[in-house]
């Protein structure tokens, strides 16, 4: 079965301790995306990688890091939490539809719901 | 840049009635993609439908269709017989390629109630 798998799925934690939250895919997809959702303003991409060891920012990436060292791995690493990152996270994955075409539908983790205190 | 607007924060319909939820995007491209998807309280996010920019012809899922205005940059999202289980939150969204590079862009959402 196709998947997107974050963890965790719930991650209460204090400003200033590191965190790591996980997106692992199964389908080996080049196109890996992190965003977060907020009341009022949608998704918003934070980070992408189009392949391994290539990654960029996207339109929110302050207070955030990611890594891609292998395909199907794209942790999302919060240095230094602040109480403004809380937010719902969504790891997704962007197939190649056919001929090269991007009509494809992105594919989505379960979604990580995160509070800093 | 492009962006994406739901003008509506919420909206409610009776059961079994139709309902409209709209979406209006900028932009300068003219090969694009635009998805609608429906977010329950699970958080889930499940595509409903999707529209070629390059397709003149309205896409239609079962009860779900849209109105495609590319001129007007308008991506309009219809619901017949409305039901219980399409209470959730809908996501208008932009897709394209440049250089390579994705860029699937959100609007801010719509929170769809029904009422029974």
């Known amino acids: 079965e196709a998947q997107v798998t974050q963890n965790p799925r719930y991650l209460i934690t204090v400003t200033g301790k590191k965190l790591t939250v996980t997106c692992s895919q199964n389908m080996n997809h080049e196109y890996m995306s992190w965003y977060r959702q907020d009341p009022g303003l949608g998704l918003r991409q934070i980070y992408y990688?189009?392949?391994?060891?290539?990654?960029d920012k996207g339109d929110v990436p302050e207070g955030y890091k990611v890594s891609r060292k292998e395909k199907r791995n794209f942790p999302l690493i919060l240095e230094s939490p602040s109480p403004n990152q809380t937010s719902l996270y969504f790891c997704?994955?962007?197939?190649?539809?056919?001929?090269?075409?991007?009509?494809?539908?992105?594919?989505f983790g379960q979604g990580t719901r995160l509070t800093v205190v | 840049a492009q962006t994406v607007t739901q003008s509506q924060p919420e909206m409610s319909v009776q059961e079994a009635e139709t309902v409209t939820l709209s979406c209006t995007y900028d932009t300068s491209e003219s090969d694009y993609y635009l998805f609608w998807y429906k977010q329950p309280p699970s958080r889930q996010m499940i595509l409903v439908i999707r529209?070629?920019?390059?397709?003149?012809q309205n896409a239609t899922e079962n009860r779900f269709s849209v109105n495609f205005q590319k001129a007007a940059k308008s991506f309009s999202l219809k619901i017949s017989d409305s039901q219980l289980g399409d209470a959730a939150m809908y996501f208008c969204a932009y897709r394209r390629t440049v250089r390579g590079a994705q860029k699937l862009v959100f609007g801010q959402g719509t929170r769809l109630t029904i009422n029974p």
């Open positions: 990688s189009m392949n391994v060891e290539v990654t």
């Open positions: 529209q070629e920019a390059y397709k003149q």
């Open positions: 997704a994955t962007l197939p190649w539809g056919s001929e090269g075409r991007s009509n494809t539908e992105a594919f």
